[in-house]
């Protein structure tokens, strides 16, 4: 399909979240199209980027490093100097929360490097790039890419029901509006009510000229002038939200997610060849073949499976109360864990901030795996064992947990997520919801209540889990690569964005 010398440009906001599904895109994008593609980003997020593609051993993803090149931007003003890296060269997840408005307002700073890359490109190649693709946090790209003639496509790492409640929010800000603490929101039918408590609270306080509202109401607005969206989702796992998406953004969306690696089928063991190494440039907290040995020896479906996501933490007191919840469930766990809110996220994790002879009496009973920092999750959920996945929601968490037909605990902290919970629980009906965000308290005897409730394999447990692998076979349909009938709709939709953005080029 198309042809070979064609090149696209991608822009992807510097957290991990963000630089996974992008790279996942381009070597979709390539496989399919065999074009060249630059992934564009500061060199701390093409350290990760590198180390990801070289380490990549999976036979099932291609590691075309030869298709896939990485251009790094140097932030204006920033000094050539890669053992230090600058401070607008930051990656999401080295920052705490009260700083994460540093790095989105930062990024506004890449937009001259990147058009000059776009120049470059130009230059060397005879024409402009094929199209950009960016992030919806640099809606900048789109005029970048207008100067050199060529267009920009947004795409959308989450899903679309989270996606447009994310744009609607900031654009509207419906809570300002609402009289009482339930509202509608603009793009959503009256049956979606959205409560002022789900919202973070730096979304709570925006009026429309506090930081948050001013970094990103330009950005998102901007989007709205892209060729297109590319949204991380299939038509057959949230067919209505992509519906509601379209009718408001009123701009061609392409449904092609899941991207995850095509053969993720759960097995009864992951021992051996097929671990997967996706963490990108980091030491692990633990190998995979250790984790994946502990699991071996838990019956089936009965581990629930802890992690806030690469950038997400909560509270002391809410770790303490999680802590206590955990063991007094005695259901095996396998928990993320990294230093709580108010300290170093990448620091050493020190034992005060779990109850004393917690992990003594876990280990004892054989009851749970501590992990530090990191955690070979795509193993973890891929494993028989694993029962249940308390989770921030982060979308590719969401995914990667449903792909597997593995039932959802919601703890949503930040950006999206709050909305990716609800969808799952009133739309889908494959989660619970334990609580949110940072700032409230928790009981460990809800924490133990809710995990017996979901572990249960009778009960709204059981119905959650059934449900969950109803999603699981859509988002394999969704993906099935052969040709004819069987082929997914997310496979037809990269197919048919390929052959809009060459019919641009060429009309
Ligand atoms: N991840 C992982 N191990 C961890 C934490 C996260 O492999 O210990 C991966 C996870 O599989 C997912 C990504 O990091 O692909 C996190 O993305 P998500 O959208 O869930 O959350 P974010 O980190 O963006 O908040």
Not at 169 to 183: G, I, K, M, V
Not at 188 to 206: E, L, N, T, W, Y
Not at 260 to 280: D, E, F, N, Y
């Amino acid at each position: 399909m198309g042809s070979s010398s064609e090149h696209i440009v991608m822009l992807p906001m510097m957290a991990q979240g963000h630089l996974i599904p992008f790279l996942a895109l381009a070597r979709k994008i390539h496989q399919l199209t065999r074009f060249n593609i630059t992934i564009a980003t500061t060199p701390l997020n093409i350290q990760y980027l590198r180390s990801s593609i070289y380490e990549d051993s999976s036979p099932t993803i291609e590691t075309d490093s030869s298709g896939i090149h990485l251009a790094e931007l140097l932030p204006f003003g920033s000094v050539v100097d890669q053992s230090k890296p600058s401070n607008t060269d930051l990656n999401a997840e080295n920052l705490p929360l009260d700083r994460m408005a540093e790095i989105f307002s930062l990024t506004t700073s890449l937009e001259a490097p990147f058009r000059r890359l776009l120049l470059d490109i130009n230059k060397k190649e005879g024409r402009p790039p094929l199209c950009t693709i960016s992030d919806i946090f640099m809606g900048w790209a789109v005029d970048a890419a207008k100067s050199v003639g060529t267009v920009n496509v947004t795409f959308i790492s989450t899903g679309a029901y989270g996606g447009l409640a994310y744009f609607s929010l900031w654009l509207n800000l419906p809570h300002r509006q609402a009289d009482c603490e339930e509202f509608t929101m603009p793009g959503f039918p009256d049956r979606c009510r959205f409560h002022i408590s789900q919202f973070h609270k730096f979304i709570r306080m925006a009026d429309g000229a506090d930081q948050w509202s001013r970094l990103l109401q330009p950005q998102i607005s901007q989007t709205f002038q892209s060729f297109g969206f590319l949204c991380h989702t299939a038509e057959e796992v949230e067919p209505h939200a992509l519906e509601w998406f379209r009718d408001y953004i009123k701009l061609p969306v392409w449904a092609i997610g899941p991207l995850l690696p095509t053969t993720m089928v759960r097995k009864s063991s992951c021992s051996g060849s097929s671990i997967s190494k996706h963490r990108a440039g980091k030491e692990p907290g633990i190998s995979p073949e250790r984790c994946v040995e502990w699991l071996d020896l838990q019956s089936p479906d009965s581990v629930l499976y802890v992690s806030f996501g690469s950038q997400n933490t909560i509270s002391p007191s809410q770790m303490m109360e999680l802590a206590k919840g955990l063991e007094d469930s005695r259901n095996p766990f396998i928990w993320v864990i990294r230093p709580p809110l108010g300290f170093d996220m990448t620091g050493e994790f020190k034992a005060e901030w779990l109850p004393e002879g917690f992990e003594e009496c876990i280990s004892k009973r054989k009851q749970g795996l501590l992990v530090e920092k990191w955690a070979p999750q795509l193993d973890i959920l891929l494993h028989k064992s694993t029962g249940a996945f308390l989770s921030h929601c982060g979308w590719n968490s969401v995914l990667e947990s449903l792909s597997q037909g593995v039932p959802i605990i919601g703890w949503p902290l930040a950006g999206e997520q709050a909305f990716n919970s609800k969808m799952l629980m009133e739309e889908m009906g494959v989660s619970v919801e334990l609580t949110t965000g940072h700032d409230r308290a928790i009981e460990a005897k809800e924490v133990k209540k809710v995990i017996e409730m979901v572990m249960d394999k009778n009960g709204k447990g059981g119905e959650m889990r059934k449900k969950a692998v109803e999603i699981a076979h859509k988002i394999r349909a969704a993906v099935v690569e052969e040709g004819g009938d069987q082929k997914g709709s997310s496979i037809t939709a990269l197919e048919d964005f390929i052959s809009a953005i060459l019919t641009r080029r060429f009309s």
